[in-house]
């Protein structure tokens, strides 16, 4: 084996408002990993393929997405932010977190993001029927898939604690450096 084993790539996910770009980019911060929002990567990059007039989105190009970030995610240390997991390659991550947020909680956090009507009563349906968790469990090896729980900045807090003890692990146990 070669000295240089790359970092982890850590992929979270979850339904829209659970908190996985609070989450993502405060992790990136205290640990130097690049922080990848799919969302905007595609945005900078005009990944589009369309636009959804009942969801008043527009279209990722899921192909293009994984082209633009083959190379960065093969050399790993990437926190990713997605809420889908399906289409990206199960080779690229070690980790999986999916947070999950009451009902109540989130309801109010997405019709403060604006949300109303269908795409608001969607999204609270999405997190009740665990739509992302089961994805991720289809997805990727039910051992690196875990759920946590994002209701608080106290969930936040031990959120981040939990993963960035998870990493100091995986470097030990994969003889990284740092
Ligand atoms: N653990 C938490 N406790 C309290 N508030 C939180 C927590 N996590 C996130 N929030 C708040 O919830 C709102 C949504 O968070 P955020 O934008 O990070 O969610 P998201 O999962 O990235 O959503 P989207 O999929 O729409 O991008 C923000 O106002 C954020 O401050
Ligand atoms: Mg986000």
């Known amino acids: 084996m070669g000295s240089q084993t790359r970092g982890p790539n850590i992929l979270i996910t979850g339904t829209p408002g659970t908190g996985k770009s609070t989450l993502g980019a405060e992790l990136a911060t205290r640990t130097g990993f690049k922080y990848v929002n799919i969302g ?18 527009p279209i990722l190009d ?3 997405v994984l082209d633009e970030l083959e190379d960065q995610l093969s050399a790993g240390g990437n926190i990713v932010d997605y809420h889908s ?5 199960e080779r690229w991550f070690d980790i999986v977190f999916v947070l999950r947020t009451d009902n ?29 968790l089961e994805e991720a469990r289809d997805s990727y090896k039910a051992e690196i ?11 936040m807090e031990s959120n981040l604690e939990r993963i960035v ?7 030990l146990a994969n003889g990284c450096a740092t």
């Open 40 to 57: 905007d990567v595609a945005k900078l990059n005009e990944l589009f393929d369309g636009y959804d007039d009942e969801y008043q989105c």
């Open 62 to 64: 899921e192909d293009r």
């Open 85 to 89: 997991c399906e289409f990206f390659p």
């Open 104 to 132: 109540t909680i989130l309801y109010e956090r997405l019709e403060k993001k604006g949300y109303t009507g269908k795409k608001l009563q969607d999204n609270i349906q999405c997190e009740i029927f665990q739509t992302i």
């Open 145 to 155: 898939v875990h759920e946590l729980p994002s209701n608080t900045p106290d969930d």
């Open 165 to 171: 003890l998870w990493m100091q692990q995986w470097s």
